[in-house]
């Protein structure tokens, strides 16, 4: 699960990047705390459903689509793990 | 996000239900407290990302079908209440 929770900060922080805007920005648009959202980025917490759609209604995407992104980013990583351990076979 | 809270909670039932499972075998199956995966159906808690995943795992669907899920009970939602305030005018 920790990867979970790391996978979401590094989409939201991508997503926050994308907007150009700072945490200071985000946290403004989401109604949450900057030094939050930077633990949140950084997957240091474990944000609620309701933290989560906060975020994603304020970088204007939904929920779905921010999962999504956690989605595909797991699978590459798993991906990758299976190509470097076909290469240490 | 009373309402969100509400439509997480509802789908995670509806879930629940499909597989004809008692509370207490999903919470078994997510590794939560029985009492509160109650509480999570009936949307009086707000359930962390990793909570969510945990049930979501529990009950064979990913994040992203889940909240899937949420959204389409919101747009019901949504159109039902646009349908009345049409009926009131």
Known sequence: MKEFVEDFGAVVRQLRED???SQDQLAERAD????????????R??????????????????????????EQLEQSRL????RLD???C
């Open 32 to 43: 949450l705390n900057r030094s939050y959202v930077g633990e949140v980025e950084r997957g």
């Open 79 to 82: 991906a990758r793990r299976i």
């Open 86 to 88: 076909a290469f240490a």
């Open 45 to 70: 917490v474990i944000p609620s459903i309701v933290t989560a759609r906060k975020l994603a209604d304020a970088v204007g995407i939904n929920m779905v689509g921010l999962l999504l992104r956690c």
């Open 19 to 21: 907007k150009g805007w």
